[in-house]
């Protein structure tokens, strides 16, 4: 078992910045693969990013440019900053966590809400 516990959410105006933390019980650096999802009000969750043991990213179209994932291997702890927010980032964040042989672990989420 992982146990993923995301914080950083909050309310920020159009334009402004987060940076959303994903701390993890075990160690980050034997996992296939971390990300980042969300999922806004009535629509189904999407990737957002993702960082591979490798330390490859990879991003949804709609947020290139903008958020950066990165973590820190002697924390056990992915970050995903994000910058020049969109009213349509508003949504609930979850944090992923892929071993190896494909068992996925997701934490409670962290509601992101970008409005002025």
Request: charged share 15%; aromatic share 10%.
């Amino acid at each position: 078992q992982v146990q993923l516990v995301e914080s950083g959410g909050g309310l920020v105006q159009p334009g402004g910045s987060l940076r959303l933390s994903c701390a993890a019980s075990r160690s980050i650096f034997t996992a296939y693969s971390m990300g980042w999802y969300r999922q806004a009000p009535g629509k189904q969750r999407e990737l957002v990013a993702t960082i591979t043991r490798a330390g490859t990213t990879d991003y949804v179209d709609s947020v290139k440019g903008r958020f950066t994932i990165s973590r820190d291997n002697a924390k056990n702890t992915v970050y995903l900053q994000m910058n020049s927010l969109k009213p349509e980032d508003t949504a609930v964040y979850y944090c992923n966590y892929r071993t190896p042989t494909m068992t996925t672990y997701w934490g409670q989420g962290t509601q992101v809400t970008v409005s002025s």
